[in-house]
């Protein structure tokens, strides 16, 4: 199956939307592709430089994917918000029916499916942006300074990346995501959090 989007983005004011296993173009990432380009960050700088992986952050790493925690998460996002003014997208990426693999493939397959999940995920965005597992098949993605366009492009490419690593037919993998802009919460770590929460949940149903 494809990925695209669950719902028409025809009312440009609106904060949050969500991406849903079905239908779709191939949204994979051209070579020579760089989606940074479509928006330029703020006084030239770029995200690894303004949020570069300092010691706290390598210390709370996720023993599985090698991401950061949760405890790390929860603790970067609200300084990560505080420090730039507009431009910042959350997004809660779900790989579906997980319970499902796990009971039926084993344990050890499922956790080489976070583990490639993780790997692939981290190939599509920028070093500087917040990647994060923030539970067992959940993972939390901030990305910072760009337009929605750019932003929508990246979750895309998020859930065909996860898609395209599940070759075997017998074990289809897909992704749900729910994103938000933190421009509709006044910088609220907690509330845009909860945004993206309601729209993971609509794409879940979709």
């Known amino acids: 199956s494809r990925a695209e989007l669950a719902s028409p983005l025809v009312n440009h004011r609106r904060q949050a939307d ?21 928006a330029p960050l703020r006084h030239g700088d770029d995200a690894a430089a303004r ?16 991401l950061l925690n949760r405890r790390a998460w929860d603790s970067q996002l609200p300084s990560r918000l505080a420090a730039v003014q507009s431009g910042c997208w959350l997004a809660i990426i779900d790989l579906d029916r997980f319970k ?4 039926t493939h084993g344990l050890a397959a499922g956790d080489q ?19 994060a597992r923030i539970g067992g098949d959940e993972f939390g993605l901030l990305l910072v300074e760009v ?7 990246v979750f ?16 289809p993998l897909t992704a749900s995501i729910g994103y938000a802009s ?12 909860a945004v993206a929460e309601r729209a993971l949940r609509d794409a879940k149903q979709a």
């Open 147 to 153: 337009d929605r366009s750019v932003a929508i492009r």
């Open 182 to 193: 933190a421009d509709g919460v006044a910088g609220d770590a907690a509330q845009l959090f």
């Open 18 to 38: 969500h991406l849903s296993r079905t239908g779709g173009a191939d949204c994979r990432p051209r070579r020579g592709d760089a989606w940074p380009k479509a």
């Open 113 to 131: 499916i976070l583990r490639s999940a993780a790997e692939r995920m981290a190939g599509v965005v920028r070093r500087g942006d917040l990647l």
């Open 51 to 66: 949020f570069p992986r300092d010691a706290t952050e390598l210390a709370n790493p996720d023993p599985l994917t090698g």
């Open 100 to 103: 499902q693999i796990n009971d």
């Open 156 to 171: 895309e490419r998020l859930a065909g990346s996860i898609r395209d690593q599940g070759s075997d037919p017998a074990v």
